[in-house]
Structure formats: C-alpha cells, structure tokens
C-alpha cells in the first residue's frame, strides 16, 4: 500500500538548518511512488535524485516558516484586519463559509477536532480583477463613466486545519512539497518516449495524476466530495500495478527521472510565494494612492508554473465561530 496521506515531516518541528538523514529518505520515496515508482529500476537514480530533494525541503520549509503568524478570525476581530474585511461581505458570511467548509467539517468530525482551543488552518482565496464603469471624484466634481478596476475575493476555501501552529506549518510544507511533485507528475504524464506501451504508460499516470487532485493535494479548489481515504488508497494502488505491466523501457524512465529532478532542483520556478499590495477602497475598487477611505491589503500570494494562483492567509478561529450544523434539516432539504 503506498503510504501518500502521510506527512514526510513527521512530527518534527519546521525549522531552518540540515535535515536528519531518514527526512531525505522519507521525502525520496515520497517522491517516487507520487510519480512513476519504476524510476527505481534506473541505476543511480538516488544519488541524481537527492540533491534536487534537499533542495525541495529547503524550499517547502522555507515557504511554511515564511507564512505569517495566523490572524484571529472572528467578529470581534473582522472590522480591525483589512484582509478579512476585504475577503468576507460580513462577519456573519465570515462564520456562515467556515461552517459549510468541507475540510473544516471533516476535521471537526475526527478525532484530532476535539478540544476547546482555536483551530488553525490556512485560508484561501481567489483573487479577480475586473475593468468596471463607475464614478469618481476629480478634485470637486463627480465624474460618470469612469474606467475602474474592481478587485474581489471568492471562491474560499480552509486546508490543514490543526491544533497549534507548528502543526500547520509542517502541514503546510508537505502540502507544498506535494505540489511540487504533482506538478512533476503532469509533466512526466505528457512526456513523449519510444516504447509501444508508452501510451497506456502515460494514460496510468494520468490516471493518477487525477486521482491525487481530486484528494485535493494541492492548493487549488475542487467543487466535488473528495474520495474516502482508503477507497483512494485502493484506487492507486491498482493504477500502480497497471503501470508496473507496462514495464519500464531503456529511455522512458530516465527520462522521467530527468524531470522528477528538475522540478525538485528549481522548486521556486514550480511554487513560490508572491507579495502582493493592492490599494483599494471599502467597494474594491483600485486606487492610485493611499488616503481617505482607502484600505492597503498586503498579501501573500500563492503561484504555481501552471498558472493557478490563490491568496493565503493562516487564520485561527475561535469555535464559537463556527455555526452548528443541523443535520435533521440538511437531511430534509435533500429530500425535498
């Protein structure tokens, strides 16, 4: 069975300087059965592989000790944090996402949920950025028709919900650090070679490559349940051993070592955090400059190579905040 739902970083605290010995073996193996686990058949594929995997958790652990300290969440606290008031319509709609955020109730549901202290997770959200019409004040006059860009903040969204903050952290570089490798996994899915069993190779690995997004391993939002843990653990274990039938080929693997280390040996090119300051007034609407009522929101933006991007921000968040769940009238609006 392959063993993806655990954390490489263990129960380890984040921090800067070397890592033990069995981290690098951990995040290797990590490494190879999240992409095509064949790669082992290459001869030397570790001492190519671990360089570029060093470089990888210098770079996860990096991005986690980067994050800022998590911001309480909560309506006391939403009209004095610029960035929550930019994000939620109101503090009631604040409460109203954490409670019908599927990761924060099936966090609440386990027993790592319990307790009475603030849970902490990463928030995330998309940013958009619109060209509007409106009406703007030029020195004492009212102009009409003016062009504007709107900035708004939706599509919210919790990951890793944990009990103190260094268990988010370590979280978080494993998420990054799995990113990382799905990122190495697409590329590795679309790469040509010159075997007859290539396509059916490359159509596995697509499978899998599937499978892995749709556990949400990565930063980007899925609209639908994600599987049961162990029916997902099930499914990639055949897929594994559909690919192994496919056998390994003289150029396809190295090949895929190939890129497997080049992704690992630029991590910042695959995943990085960008900074962001928008200026802009209570309506969104972008400003040139500060002053009156406008707001400066400094975030923290996330970016793949693929293009996705999506705003960070870790937040702890009082239980109080987070509305009960009915399940009695859940179940009867399905019925209806």
Avoid at 151 to 172: C, G, I, K, N
């Amino acid at each position: 069975m392959l063993k993806l739902f655990q954390s490489i970083f263990g129960g380890a605290s984040v921090r800067e300087g070397g890592h033990p010995p069995e981290l690098v073996e951990r995040a290797i193996e990590r490494a190879l059965d999240a992409t095509d686990p064949r790669i082992r058949a290459v001869a030397g594929f570790r001492k190519k592989l671990e360089p570029a995997v060093v470089k990888a958790i210098d770079h996860v652990k990096a991005m986690a000790l980067g994050m800022p300290v998590p911001v309480e969440a909560s309506h006391a606290t939403y009209g004095d944090d610029a960035r929550l008031s930019a994000f939620f319509a109101s503090p009631d709609r604040m409460s109203q996402v954490f409670g019908a955020d599927r990761t924060l109730i099936e966090y609440l549901a386990s027993p790592a949920g319990t307790g009475t202290a603030p849970i902490l997770a990463l928030l995330l959200v998309e940013r958009t950025e619109k060209k509007v019409l409106g009406m703007a004040l030029e020195g004492d006059q009212v102009q009409r028709e003016v062009a504007q860009v709107q900035v708004s903040f939706d599509r919210h969204r919790l990951v890793d919900p944990s009990e103190t903050e260094d268990a988010l952290r370590r979280a978080l570089a494993r998420r990054a650090y799995d990113q990382l490798l799905a990122m190495a996994l697409a590329r590795i899915a679309e790469v040509g070679g010159e075997r007859e069993s290539l396509e059916a190779s490359q159509s596995v690995l697509r499978a899998k490559l599937r499978a892995l997004q749709s556990a949400r391993w990565d930063f980007s939002e899925g609209d639908k349940e994600p599987p049961d843990p162990a029916a997902l653990e099930a499914k990639l274990a055949e897929i594994e051993g559909q690919l192994a039938a496919t056998g390994s080929g003289s150029t396809a693997l190295p090949r895929h070592l190939d890129i497997l280390v080049q992704t690992l040996a630029k991590p910042e090119e695959a995943l990085h955090v960008e900074p962001v300051t928008i200026l802009m007034d209570r309506m969104g609407i972008r400003q040139a400059s500060a002053g009156g009522t406008t707001v400066e929101l400094q975030l923290r933006e996330l970016r793949n190579a693929a293009g996705a991007t999506a705003v960070a921000l870790p937040i702890a968040i009082p239980r109080g905040e987070i509305p009960k769940r009915d399940i009695l009238a859940e179940a009867r609006r399905m019925l209806i």
